[in-house]
C-alpha cells in the first residue's frame, strides 16, 4: 500500500494550493483520509479529514486554524482526495502528508489518537510560502 501526495511548491502568501493524494494498493473512496502537516520543530498537526460514514455522507474535520480556507474533497471516479488551500499565510515551510484509516466506518474527529492512529501514510510533499 502506497499513498502519494502532490501539488507542493512555493507559493505567495494569499495564494493557493491544491495538493492531491493518490493511493496504490488502497481503494481511497472506501476510507477516511486525513491530511497532516508538520513544521520544523513542531509536532505534527492534523489539518482536515474526510470521513467514511457512507457512499452518501462524507463529513469532514477542519482545525481551526484553518477553517474557512481549506477544503477537503473526494473525486470518486478519480480515486483522488484533494486539499484545496486558499488565502495560505507565510508560515514557516511545511510538509504535508496524506493518510487513511482503514475501517469500514470512520467518522474524523481531529482527536490526538486519530493523530497517532492512521494506518497509511504517505511521503508527504513540501509546501513552503514566500514572505
Known amino acids: 500500500v502506497q499513498l502519494v501526495e502532490s501539488g507542493g511548491g512555493l507559493v505567495p502568501p494569499g495564494g493557493s494550493l491544491r495538493l492531491s493524494c493518490v493511493g496504490s494498493?488502497?481503494?481511497?473512496?472506501?476510507?477516511?483520509i486525513g491530511w497532516f502537516r508538520r513544521a520544523p520543530g513542531k509536532e505534527r498537526e492534523e489539518v482536515s479529514c474526510?470521513?467514511?460514514?457512507?457512499?452518501?455522507?462524507?463529513?469532514?474535520y477542519y482545525a481551526d486554524s484553518v477553517k474557512g480556507r481549506f477544503t477537503i474533497s473526494r473525486d470518486k471516479a478519480k480515486r483522488t482526495v484533494y486539499l484545496q488551500m486558499d488565502s495560505l499565510t507565510p508560515d514557516a515551510p511545511a510538509d504535508y502528508f496524506c493518510?487513511?484509516?482503514?475501517?469500514?466506518?470512520?467518522?474524523?474527529?481531529?482527536?490526538?489518537?486519530?493523530?497517532?492512529?492512521?494506518?497509511?501514510w504517505g511521503q508527504g510533499t513540501l509546501v513552503p510560502v514566500s514572505s
Open positions: 474526510i470521513s467514511s460514514i457512507s457512499s452518501s455522507d462524507d463529513s469532514t
Open positions: 494498493g488502497l481503494t481511497l473512496n472506501n476510507y477516511a
Open positions: 493518510a487513511a484509516k482503514v475501517a469500514a466506518y470512520y467518522y474524523c474527529s481531529g482527536s490526538y489518537e486519530e493523530n497517532q492512529g492512521m494506518d497509511y
